[in-house]
């Protein structure tokens, strides 16, 4: 592993970044429990080009020194797409001042999936473990992927549950938020949607409504330029793969060397010990 770490780093050093423009950051497990890092990719050439310990702002903030060291311009970088992670946020307004946040949607619909299942589970009290599960698994499925039994037991636990209801047909709302293509009129449904929210009398609503509304323009920044995570999460996947294969890793050295052999596209520059 020593001499595969050398000729990675070596390879990741010489690496040239300065024609890199956007970013996308995402985080990954390493170990049980609260180890994780931060991976930072690069949606044009689809690859990883960073690998920092932890996931908070000085991540960001050591990324951004190896970035200029390797030729890269942090005025050139125009867009980065993450997820609603305050830390990440603060680490890029500090190193990357002239970039737009895009947070990612897939990321905006979990907040108000969980929002409806805090409002399902407020709802349902104390009913059987099992019909809790099938009915927060069900409702988790886009309308438009449901099968018609599906569609009849959605029906029948949002009849059922009127507040549940509610609650998914915002859901469903914020789906159709996402299909615009004008960034006008998609604005206009979104502040109808978090209007709805603050006057639903679900508090988890509410809540999420409020969340909504403080990161409206990294929100919309999206329907701009349409970029997302999906790169990000593709890696992160592939990533986890490799942990497992690997049976997981020790040290986040070994990690990190690991992440860039996998997914980092790299020119290794090792010598060829049967040369022709």
Known sequence: MHIVRYWVDKAVRETDLSEVERLSIDETSFRKGQSYVTVIGDP????VIGVENGRDAEAVVRFSYEFDSKGGES???S???????KAYKAGCAECFPYAKTVYDKFHVKKLILDGMDEVRKEEQGKKSRNWKWMGSKLLMIPQSR???DQEQAKDNICRSYPKTGRAYRM???FDEVYRNINTQKAEEEFDKLTSWMMH????????VARSFRK????ILEYFENRYTNAFAEGMNSMIQTAKRKARGFRLY???RTAIFICVGKLQLSYPNPFPL
């Open 171 to 173: 859901v469903q709302m």
């Open 215 to 218: 990161n409206k323009e990294e």
């Open 146 to 148: 449901m099968t018609k």
């Open 44 to 47: 044009e050439r689809r690859c």
């Open 253 to 255: 050295e070994s990690f």
């Open 79 to 85: 867009h980065i797409s993450m997820d609603m992670s």
């Open 75 to 77: 005025g050139n970088i």
């Open 200 to 207: 639903s009398r679900l508090e988890p609503m509410k809540k």
